[in-house]
């Protein structure tokens, strides 16, 4: 009975002279929405990159589907379920929203020449998946941001993903934007597909949130519900500098 889509286990990861995560654990229910929040610089983008087998931990395991890896690559990862949304999206600019999700599972399937018919159905499942409305032949290029944070969602969507991990998602976007996100995410928890929602901003945590993690200097500091820390508790935990209201 795996009762996770992930469990971190103790993982720790150096660059030459810095410790960019020392021995982080962390566990993510299925459906769960989880933010991992922290300071620019405390170690959030290193251990999604280790999540998802970017980067090799020095220390530690990641445990996936029940099976747990010292060694995760980039493969493994996808294969059981974690997909990530870069801070660039990773989309190609030059190509079509239809290219760009098609050609995904194109490549996945390892086909040698696209049948553009077959293309432009698995775009459009891919597109309604999320329940969005975006033109299958613009080019990405020219998308919004948001609209190309949507095709990015929509692509990894088209694997089986049981864990969605966002990196810092609404750096760009409008309130109007973050909320429509935030929809997204519901409907995926609804869906029981998880999201790692990666942020440094607390009004967000608290509300998109129903459990975060707070990491600081690559360290854990505290895991628990949005009702168990205050405002002010939590700007503690994320700087560890007090703040005086007097
Ligand atoms: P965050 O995403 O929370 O802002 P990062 O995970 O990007 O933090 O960085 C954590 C620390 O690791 C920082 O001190 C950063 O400079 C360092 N770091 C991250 N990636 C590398 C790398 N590829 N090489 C060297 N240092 C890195
Ligand atoms: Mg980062």
Same mark, same amino acid.
């Given at each position: 009975?795996?009762?996770?889509?992930?469990?971190?286990?103790?993982?720790?990861?150096?660059?030459?002279?810095?410790?960019?995560?020392?021995?982080?654990?962390?566990?993510?229910?299925?459906?769960?929405?989880?933010?991992?929040?922290?300071?620019?610089?405390?170690?959030?983008?290193?251990?999604?990159?280790?999540?998802?087998?970017?980067?090799?931990?020095?220390?530690?395991?990641?445990?996936?589907?029940?099976?747990?890896?010292?060694?995760?690559?980039?493969?493994?990862?996808?294969?059981?379920?974690?997909?990530?949304?870069?801070?660039?999206?990773?989309?190609?600019?030059?190509?079509?929203?239809?290219?760009?999700?098609?050609?995904?599972?194109?490549?996945?399937?390892?086909?040698?020449?696209?049948?553009?018919?077959?293309? *432009?159905? !698995?775009?459009?499942?891919?597109?309604?998946?999320?329940?969005? #409305?975006?033109?299958? $032949? /613009?080019?990405? =290029?020219?998308?919004?941001?948001?609209?190309?944070?949507?095709?990015?969602?929509?692509?990894?969507?088209?694997?089986?993903? *049981?864990? !969605?991990?966002?990196?810092?998602?609404?750096?760009?976007?409008? #309130?109007?934007?973050? $909320? /429509?996100?935030? =929809?997204?995410?519901?409907?995926?928890?609804?869906?029981?597909?998880?999201?790692?929602?990666?942020?440094?901003?607390?009004?967000?945590?608290?509300?998109?949130?129903?459990?975060?993690?707070?990491?600081?200097?690559?360290?854990?500091?505290?895991?628990?519900?949005?009702?168990?820390?205050?405002?002010?508790?939590?700007?503690?935990?994320?700087?560890?500098?007090?703040?005086?209201?007097?």
């Amino acid at each position: 009975m795996v009762d996770n889509v992930i469990a971190v286990r103790g993982v720790s990861k150096a660059f030459a002279g810095v410790q960019a995560l020392d021995t982080i654990s962390l566990e993510i229910a299925p459906g769960e929405i989880h933010c991992l929040a922290g300071e620019n610089g405390s170690g959030k983008s290193t251990l999604i990159k280790v999540i998802s087998g970017v980067h090799a931990a020095d220390e530690g395991t990641i445990e996936l589907n029940g099976k747990e890896f010292s060694k995760l690559t980039p493969m493994e990862a996808i294969s059981n379920g974690v997909q990530v949304i870069y801070q660039d999206f990773s989309v190609f600019p030059n190509l079509t929203v239809m290219e760009n999700l098609a050609l995904t599972a194109e490549l996945a399937e390892h086909r040698t020449f696209v049948n553009w018919r077959r293309m *432009r159905r !698995i775009a459009t499942e891919a597109i309604a998946k999320i329940n969005v #409305k975006i033109d299958l $032949d /613009a080019k990405v =290029g020219q998308l919004s941001v948001a609209q190309k944070q949507l095709v990015a969602i929509a692509r990894a969507l088209m694997s089986d993903a *049981r864990l !969605i991990i966002m990196d810092e998602p609404t750096t760009a976007l409008t #309130k109007r934007e973050v $909320d /429509a996100l935030f =929809g997204i995410i519901l409907d995926l928890k609804s869906r029981g597909i998880a999201t790692l929602f990666v942020s440094h901003k607390l009004e967000e945590v608290f509300e998109i949130s129903e459990r975060f993690t707070i990491i600081r200097n690559g360290k854990h500091v505290i895991t628990c519900l949005p009702e168990e820390l205050d405002h002010k508790k939590f700007s503690f935990f994320m700087t560890g500098r007090e703040f005086d209201d007097a």
